[in-house]
């Protein structure tokens, strides 16, 4: 009986010196796994020997990976950008090549003004011009009469 005491014991002992143990080792050796993105750019030699050993060497390695994963994000932004201005630059080219096809402002003035001059409806008929003399006459007739008349009744 004592026997298996002391085995039970013994194992016991065990047990808890390995818990222990797991337990302190976190504190000393903090290992985290390398993110998947880490792991591939080292499979298709993405990453220089001089980052390499940066993330051998550095303490935290939390923040490495994050410091890497936002450089990298920055690098595929820039890329993007450089492709939108690109863009852009075609976009200005195009607009100034169509611009030259184009009527300038003095020329747009020029055109304004005969367009102002030439409206074609005030133009008028013969006729509707005789009718407006006629009118214009009769009525100056008319006027000439009310003032002979006005002066004989005075």
Known sequence: ????????????LIILVVILYKYIETFWSYKIPKPYKWEEALKNKLISKRLKSLERNYYDKIRFYSIWFQTERLKK???EIKSILRNLNRICENLLVQSEKFIKKDEAYAIQRMLKDFQPLKFAR??????????KFDSKINREQRNKNIKIIE
């Open 126 to 135: 013969k006729k509707d011009v005789e009718d407006i003399l006629k009118e």
């Open 77 to 79: 932004e820039n890329i």
């Open 1 to 12: 009986m004592t026997i298996s005491i002391n085995i039970i014991s013994g194992i016991l």
